[in-house]
């Protein structure tokens, strides 16, 4: 005997089958954590069924960087030879990298594009759904390291991105932090928050504070302002052990940072900054800008006790699970790395804490925080009234 429906029943959206895996064109550049971000996330895809092409803008990869994403089966790389919007050097530049996009999006017919630089979105003419995701943006770095009236060069990009974010069909960004201030600065919908995830590499057996050397680690993008890495070269020299910096220290723009006391690294590979980090007892961070910060996930993924600015981002993460710190404040931070240098059990336990929060921010929540993005845009749950 068939029941009647009730009347919640008929307002219920109808069962469908659940959607083929999209086909998905992504951009993605060299420069920085966008990279990892966006091949960890290709990668995971793939393992899914997802078809993903990789767009590359800016700087040619690096040969590692090529090599990691041929590692990743059905993953297409295609070096796009175009300008990246954060270092053209003109509005023109920039628009002549959206149409190439916006063509080559039209040759290969995706599902979704997903847009890690969505200032893009304004001139691409794109015919198919557009994800974009706030990984950082000049208008936010700018009000929290500079402060004051932007430059010109700042404000022409910031209303390129402010028509991007128009442009594009829903928002995503790693923090609800900075999902509050993107749409704060540019009157857009709060974007949604999809924390960023990581892969645990394996750099050896897992060592306890006590197990591991002397030393303190920082790395990044060392060449930006925002990361702030002059506070920890200051603090290097109040400091009886040595402080490492790994990563570039000229932009591609040619500016270029020098430490006095800190000892540069340079760039590294993944797997070697794997290995200084399951050797480092603490692992410091105190950009005066950051929206998530990838090195600092990966620093907690292997143990080590983080020291990071006190800024809202980080609170967000990591309250509980980490030491904080002034980013104005040379002489307080070294003396809360040298109090946490010589209490290896505290480093010991904050390393653990650091570890067990981060496994909230791992590649599972992410790729599934994303497909249903993806899904949203691509097929829209429909709520029907049966008659």
């Given at each position: ?22 086909y ?14 966006a ?30 994403a041929?590692?990743?089966d059905?993953?297409?790389?295609i070096d796009?030879?175009?300008a ?19 063509d ?32 950082s ?7 929290a390291v500079?402060g004051?009236?932007m430059p010109?060069?700042?404000?022409w ?8 974010y128009q442009?594009?069909?829903v928002?995503v ?8 201030a ?5 009157g857009v919908?709060?974007?949604?928050v ?16 006590m197990?591991r050397?002397?030393?303190?680690f920082?790395?990044g993008?060392?060449w930006?302002s ?7 070269d200051?603090?290097a ?10 990563g570039?220290?000229e ?10 006391t ?6 590294l590979d ?7 980090m399951?050797?480092a ?15 600092v996930?990966e620093?907690?993924q292997?143990?080590?006790?983080l020291?990071?600015?006190d800024?809202a ?6 309250d ?6 002034d ?6 931070l070294a ?19 650091a570890?067990?929060?981060?496994a909230?921010?791992?590649m ?5 925080g994303m ?17």
């Amino acid at each position: 005997m068939l029941l009647p429906l009730t009347s919640a029943q008929r307002k219920q959206p109808l069962a469908e089958p659940p959607p083929e895996p999209p086909y998905v064109l992504m951009t993605a550049d060299s420069v920085g954590g966008v990279w990892t971000y966006a091949l960890d996330l290709s990668r995971d895809l793939a393992g899914q069924g997802t078809r993903v092409t990789l767009a590359v803008l800016g700087p040619s990869p690096h040969p590692d960087q090529v090599a990691a994403a041929a590692a990743v089966d059905g993953l297409e790389l295609i070096d796009t030879g175009q300008a990246l919007d954060w270092t053209a050097p003109d509005e023109a530049a920039v628009r002549r990298t959206a149409k190439a996009l916006g063509d080559l999006a039209a040759r290969l017919g995706p599902d979704v594009v997903h847009l890690n630089s969505p200032a893009l979105a304004a001139d691409a003419g794109f015919t198919m759904p557009v994800v974009g995701v706030c990984h950082s943006c000049m208008a936010s770095w700018w009000a929290a390291v500079r402060g004051g009236e932007m430059p010109e060069d700042f404000r022409w990009r910031t209303e390129l991105l402010r028509r991007g974010y128009q442009a594009c069909d829903v928002l995503v960004a790693p923090s609800a932090a900075f999902a509050e201030a993107t749409a704060d600065l540019y009157g857009v919908a709060p974007p949604v928050v999809v924390h960023n995830g990581r892969y645990v590499r394996k750099a050896g057996p897992r060592r306890g504070a006590m197990g591991r050397e002397r030393f303190v680690f920082t790395a990044g993008r060392l060449w930006d302002s925002g990361k702030n890495v002059e506070l920890l070269d200051a603090a290097a020299k109040l400091l009886d052990v040595p402080v490492f910096a790994a990563g570039p220290l000229e932009s591609p723009t040619g500016h270029r940072v020098g430490l006095t006391t800190a000892k540069a690294l340079g760039r590294l590979d993944g797997a070697s900054v794997a290995g200084w980090m399951a050797r480092a007892p603490v692992f410091a961070s105190l950009p005066l800008y950051e929206p998530f910060g990838l090195t600092v996930l990966e620093a907690a993924q292997a143990g080590c006790a983080l020291v990071l600015s006190d800024i809202a981002s980080f609170r967000e993460l990591w309250d509980g699970a980490a030491i904080f710190a002034d980013p104005g404040d040379a002489k307080a931070l070294a003396g809360t790395l040298r109090r946490l240098l010589d209490d290896p059990l505290e480093a010991r336990r904050l390393g653990t804490a650091a570890r067990r929060r981060a496994a909230r921010y791992d590649m599972d929540r992410l790729t599934a925080g994303m497909l249903d993005v993806y899904r949203s845009v691509t097929h829209p749950v429909r709520s029907e009234v049966i008659a």
